[in-house]
Each structure stands twice: as structure tokens, then as C-alpha cells.
């Protein structure tokens, strides 16, 4: 016999998965629905172009980047808030819902503050952006204020794991968006007008999966992983400050900065050249819009990253596991590199090809132009990957500023600085922006 026996009444401890590889799970597991809604985004924009006369389509692009400005500037931070907190609490063995109710509080007065300044620019919305289109205004309103019970669900499962439900969220969302331009394309519908309403319907179809994660977090006998060791760390526990609104306002108000640069660089473009066009500004907008989508595409697929790599980090830091936590993001960060590399190789074999297989229309794109572009998103994500780490470290005001500070000299250079091709004024903005920020980020990083 063995020269041990197991003790009477005792139970083996099944094996604990290490962080690194429930990341690595949570983030594949993410990839996978939030790749496809990449794929689903890119095709809802590809029927749209071919399906619509050029200014409609530039309507169209103008509606999804005032309303992803909006809910992400208004609505991420809860989300951010949400995940990260629920993953420190686990970890922590901290109990109570405060946390849930400062969130919801935080959100709804955000979707309050929205209604108010929506209807009070009724008229500068609907007639200057959307050129006088009602519809488009009222889309507008209604999927701003679908996202915030979106965001908050985000939230909610990525701080508890629940990454095949998030994931299935975002597929939803993407796919249901996508039949609107579907039906338009075959001749089922037509006009603006239909292939907008998706950005409405898509997030409250979306919610379908919000009753499964209640029903999984409710069900009897159902374990979280961070409550298992929490009693190991019930001493940094008690000494973790209550979440308070305060608290939770201050964090929320610093990543909303975050998110409100965010979206500068990536709709500030279209936009200021829509403004100073001479004619067929919505046109011109579109197209730009277009270009910068090799930006955007692949930050929809990022989302599985980000996602997962802030309660990841929080819980390593709220165990003191320093190790872990670098590696965790050296490891993102090589991957982020060899992806943009990929990205920027397939612009320069093959990139005016490709994009005008997928959008068509009159203009030309230009192979140097596609390149900055993609090795600016290997920059940006770069930045979104340290400042996630920044956020587990609880550096969010550090964060928002370096963030400001790289978005105000975009904008500036857009304005002060004026290229013949405004398109390729965008692209050089775009990635000497994105290279100040990473900089910034790395160098705040390293200190915390």
C-alpha cells in the first residue's frame, strides 16, 4: 500500500486551472464570437455601400459613428466599472451588491443626461447630420438607449466569466444588424431608412441572453472560481475601501475620458471631413470611413481581449501575483505586433484590390495609405491593451490623461494642418497619434 493514507471524510481538491490558462480560455472562447461579428460588421457595411446611392450611405456611416460615440463614451465606463469590480470582489471574497446599484445608478443618469441634450440639439442633429431625415434621428435616440441595458449585460458577464454568453451577445447584436442590410440588398426593403433601423433592433435583441447568465448565476449549488479562494484572502479583503458612488463616479468619469478619445480617433476623421469638404462631403466622409474601418474591424475582434484581460489582471493584482500579470500582457502585446505586421503586409500586396471588392463606389484607395492604417491599429491596440493593464492597477486618471493629450493633438492636426488629400491627412494623424499614445501608456506602465 501507499506510505500515506487520505484522511477520513476528506475530499481531493480538483485541480486548479492557472490564470494565464483561464485567460487564454476566456479569450478564445471570446474570439470566437466577436471574430464572426467582425466578419458580420464588414458585411453589414459591405450590403450597405452596394445597396444604397453614395450620400445615403454616407448618412448611414455618419448614424453608426454618432451612435457608437455616444454609447461608448457614455456607457463603457459602467462597463469597465462593472468588470472590474465583480472580478476584485470575487477575488477578494467581498460580498454585497452595492457595486450592481452604484453601476445602474451611474447609467441611468447617463441615459437621463442623453435624452435631455438629444432633444434639445433635435434640430442640429436631424438637419445637419442626417440632412433632415427624422427616421435617422429618432434610430438615433432609441439604440442610444438600448445600449445602456447592452453595456451594463457586458459587464456583468465579463467580470463573472460568463464569456460564451458575452460572446454570444455581440454575435447576436452583430447578426440581427446585419439582416436589416440583408433585406435591403435583396430587394425585401430599401432606403436608408431600413438598413438604420438594424442599429436600433440590434441591441435589444441582443438581450436574449441576459436570462440564461441570471438563471446560471441564481441556480443552487453554482460556484464562482474567485469565490473558492476567497477565504484565503479574507484579510485584504477587509482592508479593500467600500465601493461607494463617489468612488465609483470618479472611476467611471476618468474612463469615459478614455472612451471619448477613443472614439475622437476614430470618427473625427469622417466627421471634420465631412465638415470641411467643399461638396459631396458625405461621400467623402463614407470613403473615409471606409479606410479607417481597417482600424475598426479589427477592434471589434480585439473586444475578446479586452474583455477578458480586465477582470484577468484584476484578479492577478488583487492576489499579488506580479509575475503572471506582466506576463499576461507582454504576451498580448507580441501578439497585437505580429497581427499588425500580418495586417499591413496584406495592404501593401494586395489593399485597393481588396477594398474595392468590398465597398466599390468612385474612389481610389491608395496602397501607402492602407499601410499607416494598419500599422496605426497595431499602435492603438498596443494603447488599449496598457491601458486595461493601467485600469487593473487602478491608474485610470493617469490613463485619461495621456489619452487626452494624444487626442487633442490629433484633432489639432486635423484642423491647423491642411493636406490637399484630406483622406491621407486622416491616415498620417491617425497613426502619428496612436504612436504618441502607446509611447505614453508604456512609459506610465512601467512606473506603475
Known amino acids: 500500500m501507499s506510505g500515506f493514507k487520505r484522511k477520513h471524510g476528506a475530499v481531493p481538491r480538483a485541480p486548479r486551472s492557472s490564470p494565464s490558462r483561464s485567460y487564454g480560455r476566456g479569450a478564445a472562447i471570446l474570439?470566437?464570437?466577436?471574430?464572426?461579428?467582425?466578419l458580420i460588421t464588414f458585411a453589414y457595411f459591405s450590403l450597405a455601400s452596394h445597396a444604397l446611392p453614395d450620400d445615403e450611405y454616407g448618412r448611414v456611416t455618419l448614424l453608426w459613428s454618432a451612435i457608437f460615440i455616444t454609447v461608448s463614451v457614455l456607457y463603457r465606463p459602467v462597463e469597465q466599472l462593472l468588470s472590474r469590480t465583480i472580478a476584485d470582489h470575487d477575488a477578494r471574497g467581498v460580498q454585497g451588491m452595492e457595486h450592481l446599484r452604484v453601476a445602474a445608478t451611474i447609467q441611468l443618469a447617463l441615459g437621463a443626461a442623453f435624452v435631455v441634450v438629444a432633444l434639445a440639439l433635435r434640430g442640429p442633429i436631424e438637419d445637419d447630420l442626417f440632412a433632415g431625415s427624422s427616421t435617422l434621428y429618432w434610430i438615433l435616440v432609441v439604440a442610444v438607449l438600448a445600449y445602456a441595458a447592452s453595456y451594463f449585460a457586458r459587464g456583468y458577464l465579463a467580470g463573472h466569466r460568463l464569456f460564451p454568453l458575452y460572446g454570444g451577445l455581440v454575435l447576436m447584436e452583430a447578426s440581427s444588424r446585419c439582416l436589416f442590410a440583408l433585406a435591403v440588398a435583396v430587394g425585401i426593403a430599401e432606403g436608408q431608412s431600413a438598413v438604420a433601423l438594424g442599429m436600433a433592433a440590434a441591441p435589444i435583441v441582443s438581450l436574449a441572453v441576459v436570462p440564461p447568465a441570471l438563471a446560471r448565476r441564481l441556480a443552487p449549488g453554482e460556484a464562482?472560481?474567485?469565490?473558492?479562494?476567497?477565504?484565503?484572502?479574507s484579510e485584504p479583503a477587509a482592508r479593500e475601501p467600500e465601493f461607494t458612488l463617489a468612488r465609483g463616479t470618479g472611476f467611471a468619469a476618468a474612463v469615459l475620458l478614455v472612451m471619448l478619445c477613443e472614439q475622437t480617433f476614430l470618427n473625427a476623421g469622417p466627421l471634420l471631413v465631412k465638415a470641411t469638404a467643399d461638396e459631396g462631403g458625405a461621400a467623402l466622409a463614407g470613403f473615409t470611413f471606409n479606410v479607417l474601418l481597417i482600424a475598426r474591424a479589427p477592434l471589434q475582434l480585439f473586444q475578446a481581449v479586452q474583455t477578458s484581460i480586465l477582470p484577468h489582471l484584476t484578479r492577478l493584482r488583487a492576489g499579488g501575483e506580479t509575475d503572471p500579470f506582466e506576463r499576461s500582457v507582454r504576451l498580448t502585446l507580441t501578439a497585437i505586433a505580429g497581427f499588425a505586421g500580418l495586417v499591413a503586409l496584406v495592404m501593401l500586396a494586395a489593399g485597393p484590390q481588396v477594398m474595392d471588392l468590398l465597398f466599390g463606389g468612385d474612389f481610389d484607395y491608395e496602397r501607402g495609405g492602407l499601410v499607416l492604417v494598419a500599422l496605426g491599429m497595431g499602435l492603438y491596440l498596443s494603447a488599449a491593451t496598457l491601458n486595461q493593464a493601467l485600469l487593473a492597477h487602478e491608474r485610470a486618471a493617469q490613463s485619461a490623461a495621456c489619452?487626452?493629450?494624444?487626442a487633442a493633438a490629433f484633432v489639432l492636426f486635423l484642423v491647423l494642418v491642411e493636406f490637399d488629400d484630406r483622406v491621407l491627412q486622416v491616415e498620417v494623424a491617425f497613426v502619428g497619434a496612436a504612436a504618441v499614445l502607446s509611447s505614453s501608456l508604456h512609459a506610465l506602465y512601467r512606473r506603475a
Open 31 to 38: 474570439t470566437v464570437g466577436i471574430g464572426a461579428t467582425g
Open 403 to 406: 489619452w487626452v493629450a494624444s
Open 224 to 233: 464562482d472560481p474567485g469565490q473558492l479562494d476567497a477565504a484565503a484572502r
